[in-house]
C-alpha cells in the first residue's frame, strides 16, 4: 500500500458545483495533515491544515478519519480560479532515527468548467 | 516578504555534465527541504537540513546527488554527473520550526532538463 494516496481525477466539474476529495496514508502513527494546492507549472502551496475535529475555511472544509486512515477536502461552489491540483500531505512526524517525515500525495486534478 | 529563491528557473543541459541548483530559504528559517517533483513519482523529498546541518539524506536517489549548506542563507543540490532520468522539477522549502502544523514555504522550483 502506497503511503499517501490520492485519485489522480480529472475531475471536471462545472461552476458553482461541490467536489470532494478523499486521501487516504498508511502510517497510523501520522500525526498532522495538509492539503496543498498546486497551479500549472507553479510551486505547491498550504491551502489549508486538516484538524481533527474537522474545519472550515470558506468554501473549503477538511475532515479527517483517524480510524479509516483518510482525510478529505470538500470544495462548495467551484469556481474558475479553483482549477489546480490538489495535494494531500501526511507528517508522521520523528522516525525512530530522528528523521522527520513528510509525505506528498501525487495530487488531484481538478477543472472548473465554465 | 521575500519567500524562497531558488535559481536557475530553468536549465538545460547534456547529460554527464555538473548541475548545481541553488536556494535562499526565508530569513529565519531553520529547516531546508530539497524536493524533486516527476509526473510518475509525484513529490520526493531527498534531503533536509536543520540549522545548516543535514538531517536526512535517505531520498537522495543516487551519490551523483550531493546537497550542502554552508550557511543559514544557501544551499545547493549539485548532480554530477547528470542523466536524462534526472530531468524534473527540482523544489527547495524551508520552514520555520518542525511544529506539527507548520507549513512549509516552496521556491518557485528549477525545472531541469537533461538531454
Known amino acids: 500500500r502506497k503511503e499517501v494516496e490520492q485519485d489522480p481525477g480529472p475531475f471536471n466539474v462545472p461552476e458553482g458545483a461541490t467536489v470532494a476529495f478523499n486521501c487516504t496514508y498508511s502510517n497510523s502513527a501520522s500525526q498532522s495533515f495538509f492539503w496543498y494546492r498546486q497551479d500549472c507549472r507553479k510551486e505547491p502551496k498550504l491551502l489549508m491544515s486538516v484538524y481533527s475535529s474537522g474545519n472550515e475555511d470558506g468554501r473549503f472544509t477538511a475532515q479527517l478519519n483517524r480510524a479509516s486512515q483518510y482525510i478529505s477536502l470538500l470544495i462548495r461552489d467551484s469556481k474558475l480560479s479553483d482549477s489546480a491540483t490538489y495535494l494531500c500531505?501526511?507528517?508522521?512526524?520523528?522516525?525512530?532515527?530522528?528523521?522527520?517525515?513528510?509525505?506528498f500525495g501525487k495530487g488531484t486534478k481538478l477543472s472548473v468548467i465554465p | 516578504d521575500a519567500g524562497v529563491i531558488q535559481s536557475p528557473r530553468h536549465e538545460v543541459t547534456e547529460m554527464g555534465q555538473e548541475v548545481t541548483l541553488r536556494c535562499k530559504p526565508i530569513?529565519?528559517?531553520?529547516?531546508l527541504f530539497w524536493y524533486r517533483q516527476t509526473m510518475m513519482r509525484g513529490l520526493e523529498l531527498l534531503i533536509y537540513?536543520?540549522?545548516?546541518?543535514?538531517?536526512?539524506d535517505s531520498g537522495m536517489p543516487e551519490d551523483r546527488f550531493s546537497a550542502k549548506m554552508p550557511n543559514a542563507s544557501f544551499s545547493t543540490l549539485k548532480i554530477q554527473p547528470s542523466e536524462p532520468r534526472d530531468s524534473a522539477v527540482y523544489f527547495c522549502?524551508?520552514?520555520?520550526?518542525?511544529?506539527?502544523?507548520?507549513?512549509?514555504?516552496f521556491g518557485d522550483g528549477t525545472r531541469l532538463s537533461i538531454l
Open positions: 530569513s529565519g528559517h531553520d529547516y
Open positions: 500531505v501526511v507528517n508522521s512526524g520523528y522516525s525512530g532515527a530522528g528523521s522527520y517525515q513528510l509525505t
Open positions: 522549502a524551508s520552514s520555520p520550526t518542525m511544529a506539527a502544523l507548520d507549513p512549509q514555504h
Open positions: 537540513f536543520n540549522n545548516n546541518v543535514p538531517i536526512d
